[in-house]
């Protein structure tokens, strides 16, 4: 047996050939950096920096005129999502690569390559399970038809579970940390158009309220909700459709506040117009909250839109929408929505001090 067989305890698929000799050549400019974390000393004294993120990058050859895209990925999970297909194909942030945008893809804080030790970013959550992964990724309902894998296949559900790690359990700490350093990328970088996928959802909404002239669109892909949900193991939206604390106005002072707050009252200054489309797929669980965090996003001052990909065409599709089998007609329902409301750099929003 051979060692990755022995490894996994299944035999590994054939390979008919290395994956750089079936992808086509690209010419651009690639990269990586850190948004550095905040110094945190210990009892004794000793510090420590906490929860830095990493950042990589790839852009056109040519510059385009057209405005990044950051690529946030959900829970337990990294930016490799965003790159490639579980079946090999080139995933989302090749196709906006494509279409003229800078990328960057990032590993939140506690993730992928970003450091996770327990005693400066905080416990984990439990590690991310085989039944999970099958009951978001792929669900038996018949509708579901563009999962690119055989269900059946062990190896194949191994090489999808490799890269599945722990959230971090404070799941407000958490989403405090992405806004963090995701206003650190943007400040960094400029104006950008910002997508996120499940439970990155709510850096999305925290970034927006941190960083209203910076972030020009924001594309939530399957996000978790609704407003004020309870995940069993992970958390609770204690503030809406956030963990962490959103600027309300008026202002409210806690998550209990938010709470007891009329839902028509809880408007966000910082998603104010700001143009939002939520995409789902067809076949998903998701679907079926999705008007419910679009009212809320619409209450809160959003320009949101509900994309249904049934509603274009594209159908088939559950949770991991973005590397399923028409995962590129996915995208251009996306990339037809942006060019709709054509978000340009122009000029940065300064804050008042």
């Not at 594309?219 to 004020?228: C, D, Q, R, S």
Request: charged content about 20%; aromatic content about 6%; proline content about 11%.
């Amino acid at each position: 047996m051979s060692a990755l067989a022995s490894a996994s305890g299944h035999a590994p698929a054939p390979v008919a050939a290395p994956p750089w000799a079936t992808t086509p050549p690209t010419t651009g400019r690639r990269g990586y950096f850190w948004v550095p974390g905040e110094r945190v000393s210990d009892t004794a004294g000793v510090v420590r920096q906490k929860g830095p993120m990493f950042v990589s990058w790839e852009a056109p050859a040519q510059d385009t005129g057209r405005l990044p895209v950051v690529l946030v990925h959900g829970g337990g999970a990294q930016a490799t999502d965003w790159w490639d297909t579980p079946d090999g194909r080139p995933g989302w942030a090749a196709g906006f690569l494509a279409a003229g945008h800078p990328v960057l893809t990032v590993d939140r804080p506690g993730h992928g390559r970003s450091p996770a030790h327990p005693d400066v970013v905080g416990a984990p959550g439990p590690q991310f399970d085989y039944g999970t992964c099958r009951v978001l990724f792929t669900p038996d309902r018949p509708d579901h038809t563009r999962w690119p894998l055989d269900r059946d296949d062990e190896a194949a559900a191994d090489r999808l579970m490799a890269p599945l790690g722990a959230l971090p359990a404070d799941l407000a700490e958490s989403q405090r940390l992405d806004a963090d350093r995701l206003a650190g990328l943007l400040d960094a970088v400029g104006p950008a158009i910002v997508v996120t996928h499940s439970a990155g959802g709510p850096a999305g909404w925290l970034l927006a309220d941190r960083r209203p002239g910076l972030v020009r669109a924001l594309v939530a892909v399957e996000p978790i909700g609704p407003a004020f949900a309870d995940f069993p193991g992970i958390g609770t939206l204690d503030w809406g459709l956030t963990a962490a604390p959103l600027t309300y106005d008026p202002p409210r002072a806690s998550a209990a506040d938010a709470r007891a707050a009329d839902p028509a009252t809880l408007r966000v200054p910082g998603l104010a117009g700001l143009p939002v489309a939520l995409v789902t797929g067809g076949a998903s669980m998701f679907a079926d909250f999705a008007d419910d965090v679009v009212a809320s996003l619409a209450t809160a001052g959003a320009d949101v839109e509900r994309v249904h990909l049934p509603d274009h065409g594209v159908t088939g599709n559950g949770h991991a929408l973005i590397y399923e089998t028409n995962s590129d007609e996915a995208l251009a329902v996306v990339l037809r929505w942006l060019d709709a409301r054509d978000p340009a750099p122009g000029p940065v929003a300064l804050e008042e001090s």
